[in-house]
């Protein structure tokens, strides 16, 4: 079965970090590229950047430069999302998604609550 | 990276059509033949619905159809049902590995 399974919901306090898992299944995780996207509450949603598991490079959007990383273990065909000094503007829902016939598939969501 | 323009909201009762306009400029939706649409119900991962400007993915019924023309993508749904009633999200690659969401319209079926 063709799937992106995430991993579970995080409560973190402002300036921790937290690192998300993308775990792909059903095809060659190295194929295809992983966009990652997160939803705050209420809001749209929003491109954060964009993964290569072939190379292990990554694009990241603006915003989110140098608190960002996203990498990859190509063993274990899994992706990861690192967000550093998280304030509660980062409370959101993070999803992966593959790149195959626009953002063809996606992860769960994990949901991301920064509180004191 | 500014967000794609989409009208906030749109309705149409059951059996009608209704259009959603996303307007980019030519940096993304204009310069590529990449844009998708998304539906999304409340609680849920979105749901392609559109890729490549007019494609659709399997399973998806042809009553959703995609365009585009200059810098502005539409998505048409014809013979609107109860359960098209979503929040409806375009996306357009906007070169060097960068992408760019509209931000968001929220359809009512009356």
């Known amino acids: 079965q063709v799937q992106l399974v995430q991993s579970g919901a995080e409560v973190k306090e402002p300036g921790a970090s937290v690192k998300v898992s993308c775990k792909a299944s059903?095809?060659?995780?190295?194929?295809?590229?992983i966009i990652w996207v997160r939803q705050a509450p209420g809001q749209g949603l929003e491109w954060m950047g964009w993964f290569k598991p072939n190379s292990g490079n990554s694009n990241y959007a603006q915003r989110f430069q140098g608190r960002a990383t996203m990498t990859g273990t190509t063993s274990i065909s899994t992706a990861y999302m690192e967000l550093t000094s998280l304030t509660s503007d980062d409370t959101a829902v993070y999803y992966c998604?593959?790149?195959?016939?626009?953002?063809?598939?996606w992860g769960q969501g994990t949901l991301v609550t920064v509180s004191s | 990276q500014s967000a794609l323009t989409q009208p906030r909201s749109v309705s149409g009762s059951p059996g009608q059509s209704v259009t959603i306009s996303c307007t980019g400029t030519s940096s993304d939706v204009g310069g590529y033949n990449f844009v998708s649409w998304y539906q999304q119900h409340p609680g849920k991962a979105p749901k392609p619905i559109i890729y490549?400007?007019?494609r659709r993915p399997s399973g998806v019924p042809d009553r959703f159809s995609g365009s585009k023309s200059g810098n502005t993508a539409s998505l048409t749904i014809s013979g609107l049902q109860t359960e098209d009633e979503a929040d409806y999200y375009c996306c357009s690659y906007a070169g060097s590995d960068t992408v760019v969401f509209g931000g968001g319209t929220k359809l009512t079926v009356l």
């Open positions: 998604a593959r790149n195959l016939a626009g953002l063809g598939l």
């Open positions: 490549d400007v007019t």
């Open positions: 059903g095809y060659t995780f190295t194929s295809y590229d």
